[in-house]
């Protein structure tokens, strides 16, 4: 079956501490997609990547990093710089049309836990 | 950047009962999307509305792209356990590609036996 995996599901780190959330799809999917979700809160863009060794910026950027090398790969890095770090990540794929119709299929997340 | 309100925040409902919920924006979306997240799981696309005035079932979901393109509806009818979970709105601008996604902040509809 094609989908999108995130591992692992439950991450503990201790503060000052750089971590990595994989996430891996199998869908040829060009788009792929970090976000963050906080309790009570929407989904909030942290990063997004539109085609390999390319990747913007979104709503959140500030304390992590990413890299696109390959199509069905989408690393995120949580860096010791993110204040508040502690929150569930998801990342998502999809086909970029350009024109709307291109809905994000989400991996099932991780859970951070910084302490 | 866009705002949704989703309303409402929360419901408790008894299982058998019908659920409304409903996104108003400011600014006028191209496409709505509707998404279903259980506790600890990603969210599953329940309903995507392509067209001012959409009228779309999905099983016991009906959803509604409002005539004026600033506002979404999710109808579920005779909610069932299952049901439980957070709903959450998403309108996309016209020619973006998710990087255009707003979300709103969730309906968490609790289901009392």
């Known amino acids: 079956d094609g989908g999108i995996t995130q591992s692992p599901k439950y991450l503990f780190r201790k503060e000052g501490q750089n971590v990595t959330l994989s996430c891996e799809q199998n869908?040829?999917?060009?788009?792929m997609y970090w976000y963050r979700q906080d309790p009570g809160q929407g989904l909030r863009l942290i990063y997004y990547?539109?085609?390999?060794?390319?990747?913007q910026k979104g709503d959140i950027a500030e304390g992590y990093s990413v890299s696109r090398e390959k199509k069905e790969s989408f690393p995120l890095t949580v860096t010791s710089a993110q204040k508040n770090p502690t929150a569930f990540y998801l990342c998502?794929?999809?086909?970029?049309?350009?024109?709307?119709?291109?809905?994000?299929?989400f991996g099932n997340g991780t859970r951070l836990t910084v302490t | 950047g866009q705002q949704l309100n989703q309303s409402p925040q929360s419901m408790f409902i008894q299982e058998g009962e019908d659920v409304s919920m409903n996104c108003t924006s400011s600014?006028?979306?191209?496409?709505w999307l509707w998404y279903k997240q259980d506790p600890g799981e990603g969210p599953v696309l329940l309903i995507a509305?392509?067209?001012?005035?959409e009228l779309t079932s999905n099983g016991r979901l009906t959803a509604q792209f409002g005539i004026t393109r600033k506002d979404s509806f999710l109808n579920i009818s005779a909610s069932i356990p299952s049901d439980v979970g957070i709903y959450f709105c998403a309108g996309q601008l016209s020619g973006g590609g998710a990087d255009g996604l707003t979300f709103g902040k969730g309906t968490h509809l609790i289901i009392q036996p």
């Open positions: 600014s006028i979306f191209n496409t």
């Open positions: 509305l392509y067209k001012a005035g």
């Open positions: 990547s539109q085609i390999v060794n390319d990747f």
């Open positions: 869908l040829n999917h060009d788009a």
């Open positions: 998502a794929s999809s086909i970029p049309t350009g024109g709307g119709n291109s809905p994000l299929h």
